[in-house]
């Protein structure tokens, strides 16, 4: 019996469990299920006979190895800095290794060790990271193949509420880790535009976002995601003058960010132990001084009119409540977390919505074209999320092909931009409803 080790069973775990599990009885396999959350794992494993859970601490070396020695295959939704240890494990007991998330400094330096021991660390394999380069890559070789020139490449992606569950004047609510939230866009981001290589401080990121018009939605507002540089290489576009891989939102939820990160409430270096209100709190980082209501101060501060939806927006956050702080947060980024995780809790029956779209130009015999390719999923509850299968059925997918034998595994630390990987699992996945219908112009 072959064992498959999956490392996490958070939110984004649902889909790859349970597409696992499904396969499990045909190819006798046995699913261990491993997370600090005994009963995280229950609810995701159903009492399968086919599984096996894990109760560790992941950072752990002695429980950690015990596991991936006994298992043929890893697939990780640790948090990204966790990902190295199960790394290295598995290059020392040999077993391929699969990820969702982006290529570490860490994990890119084993390059070298994980092609010479002939195995495949798949990183960036669920959704953005991970459909976006498969479905941006087959895109981008096809168009090649008829010897056209891309000149521009732009790709957006979001996880946003679904319109008939949008329910707040923030237009979100959490469908995935809550704390990336809080980090979003934090290092800034890169990219090329027109031919120039542009960079974005953290503090304009969400200032003035421009907008995309996407088939039965509307418009969306975007902002650069992280560096898209990186991948200029990866992708062999060496003609392209604009390359932007950008993350999508309601155009509110930018503006509220905006005025979020304005107001300093995603520090996660001051100390916040003084204040007991969250009234205090926004006080103390806007430098109150008591001669107008703090509403209209905060709107002097943000240079807006009190009547600005914004100021609602930040009400509705309860940021202007005498409500007292419950626990002892060190941070403003820690509080504002607890506050979300409150204010955007999906309710069970919410629907989310993931939206991908890339935009592609080139040049082919003299004529300019524009291709548009775009995917709407909508989830179906809160567990049955579409961003739990989005993020978790790729890296099933590959999981099973590669164990089943049924495609070679590349060896490296790699991210899924090549045929051979892309080409089956995006066929798998269009049967499990997630494809992309295509507009030239």
């Known amino acids: 019996m072959q064992t498959i080790l999956v490392a996490g069973a958070g939110k984004s775990s649902t889909?790859?469990?349970?597409?696992?599990?499904?396969?499990?009885?045909?190819?006798?396999?046995?699913?261990?299920?491993?997370?600090?959350?005994?009963?995280?794992?229950?609810?995701?494993?159903?009492?399968?006979?086919?599984?096996?859970?894990?109760?560790?601490?992941?950072?752990?070396?002695?429980?950690?190895?015990?596991?991936?020695?006994?298992?043929?295959?890893?697939?990780?939704?640790?948090?990204?800095?966790?990902?190295?240890?199960?790394?290295?494990?598995?290059?020392?007991?040999?077993?391929?290794?699969?990820?969702?998330?982006?290529?570490?400094?860490?994990?890119?330096?084993?390059?070298?060790?994980?092609?010479?021991?002939?195995?495949?660390f798949m990183c960036e394999m669920g959704l953005d990271p991970g459909i976006d380069h498969m479905t941006a890559n087959q895109i981008i070789h096809s168009t090649q193949r008829v010897t056209a020139t891309i000149t521009s490449f732009k790709s957006y992606c979001g996880g946003l509420i679904a319109p008939e569950s949008d329910d707040n004047p923030w237009h979100y609510n959490f469908s995935w880790n809550p704390k990336n939230i809080i980090t979003a866009g934090i290092g800034g981001a890169k990219y090329l535009g027109n031919g120039k290589e542009i960079e974005v401080p953290y503090e304009n990121i969400f200032d003035g976002n421009k907008k995309i018009k996407v088939d039965g939605l509307g418009s969306l507002a975007y902002y650069p995601n992280r560096d898209s540089l990186r991948y200029l290489d990866l992708y062999e576009v060496p003609e392209v003058r604009t390359f932007l891989r950008a993350t999508l939102r309601h155009p509110d939820f930018c503006k509220g960010w905006n005025a979020i990160i304005r107001l300093g409430l995603t520090d996660d270096q001051d100390k916040i132990e003084t204040v007991k209100t969250f009234e205090q709190w926004l006080a103390q980082k806007t430098g109150y001084d008591n001669e107008v209501p703090l509403r209209e101060h905060v709107a002097r501060y943000l240079k807006i009119a009190p009547t600005d939806k914004l100021i609602h927006m930040l009400e509705w956050l309860g940021l202007?409540?005498?409500?007292?702080?419950?626990?002892?947060?060190?941070?403003?980024?820690?509080?504002?977390?607890?506050?979300?995780?409150?204010?955007?809790?999906?309710?069970?029956?919410?629907?989310?919505?993931?939206?991908?779209?890339?935009?592609?130009?080139?040049?082919?015999?003299?004529?300019k074209i524009m291709l548009t390719s775009s995917m709407v999923l909508k989830g179906e509850n809160r567990e049955y999320s579409a961003m739990a299968k989005t993020v978790g059925?790729?890296?099933?997918?590959?999981?099973?092909?590669?164990?089943?034998?049924?495609?070679?595994?590349?060896?490296?630390?790699l991210i899924p931009n090549m045929p051979s990987v892309y080409k089956p699992v995006l066929a798998e996945l269009h049967h499990h409803g997630i494809h992309f219908i295509e507009k030239v112009q």
């Open 320 to 367: 202007f409540g005498t409500a007292p702080i419950v626990g002892q947060p060190q941070s403003s980024a820690e509080l504002l977390l607890e506050i979300l995780l409150r204010k955007w809790e999906m309710s069970p029956s919410d629907k989310d919505m993931v939206v991908m779209q890339h935009e592609v130009e080139y040049i082919h015999r003299g004529r």
């Open 393 to 413: 059925l790729p890296m099933g997918v590959l999981g099973r092909m590669v164990i089943s034998k049924k495609l070679t595994p590349p060896h490296g630390v």
């Open 15 to 120: 889909y790859l469990i349970h597409y696992l599990l499904s396969h499990a009885p045909r190819n006798k396999w046995k699913i261990v299920v491993a997370d600090g959350n005994a009963d995280a794992i229950r609810e995701k494993i159903q009492g399968s006979s086919f599984a096996e859970s894990a109760v560790i601490d992941i950072t752990s070396q002695s429980d950690r190895q015990r596991l991936v020695k006994e298992a043929d295959m890893v697939v990780s939704l640790m948090p990204p800095h966790l990902h190295i240890h199960l790394a290295k494990d598995c290059l020392e007991h040999k077993k391929n290794l699969i990820t969702s998330s982006y290529v570490s400094p860490e994990m890119r330096e084993m390059n070298g060790a994980v092609k010479a021991a002939g195995l495949m």
